[in-house]
């Protein structure tokens, strides 16, 4: 096996699947979003087919054509493509895994199936292990988001002798609250060298603090540069300018909205890429919400919004 690659790190753009008005998979515009996230953004490890990017409302063959899509389009300007690739059936989730290695992406993750569950730990380690098993050249990840999956084993638990059974297990992206869960995953896992990606971005400040090691999520689309800004004030011990951040963050997008639709609509207004809808069941943002969230970007100034090396993160306007 040729592990590890570099390890994941840093910032990781949950990728939006971007879609026709039709709801078809418009192709046509992920190159010109590689190379925003990489110079606008400064974001260069992606995650695809995720929450964000509708991933289970995705065919198989559309899932395959979008990670194929990242990764050709990214090649010499990402640092790491990792797949999502869990569904219900084990078969089709081994036959995205093995899809992910033959393309060259860098990892593949894993969600809780949420349909016929897995109650115990070991049920749910036995299902990631037949996965990791059908890409065993691949990092392995397990995607924690109970809230979404119904699958409530605490991470920490699944986390305990992971590598015995998976060997290619690397990391948690850890989308849940729970930070005593989170922590105790770091703190019990300190001899190895696992990546541990925080998924709740309004939180990420915290997750730093209790020993995050990257951080995947919607919101570094499109606050890529001013998350990175905050990375650095935490590195520094930087701590009331990293706070400042996170504060600014919660005050001013939380009213905006994060669901998949609403991240939809900001992207296209902070990027002018067009996202598209999201496709049914979820519903397009509506043009009210469309609006106030243009308004609201325009008030903030929002690409020129202060920088945060003068210690302040008011709006500029
Ligand atoms: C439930 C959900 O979509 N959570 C997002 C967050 O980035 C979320 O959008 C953000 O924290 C704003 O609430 C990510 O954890 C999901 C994600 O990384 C993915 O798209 O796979």
Redesign the pocket.
Known sequence: MAFPKKKLQGL?A??ITPMTENGEINFSVIGQYVDYLVKEQGVKNI?VN????E?LSLSISERCQVAEEWVTKGKDKLDQVVI?VGALSLKESQELAQHAAEIGADGIAVIAPFFLKPWTKDILINFLKEVAAAAPALPFYY?H?P??TGVKIRAEELLDGIQDKIPTFQGL?F?DTDLLDFGQCVDQNRQQQFAFLF?????LLSALVMGATGA?????NYLGKKTNQMLEAFERKDLSLALNYQSCFLIYFSCLG???SQ?KAIMTLVSGIPMGPPRLPLQKASREFTDSAEAKLKSLDFLSFTDLKDGSLEASS
């Not at 995720?50 to 990017?53: D, K, V």
């Not at 998924?199 to 939180?203: R, Y």
């Not at 995947?216 to 570094?220: A, L, M, Q, R």
Request: zero cysteines; proline letters at 0%.
């Open positions: 990781v949950a990728t995650f995720g929450t964000t990017g991933g999502h995607y988001i809230a979404l992206k989308s998924g709740v971005d309004e939180q995947v999520g919607s919101t570094y994060f669901g998949v991240t």
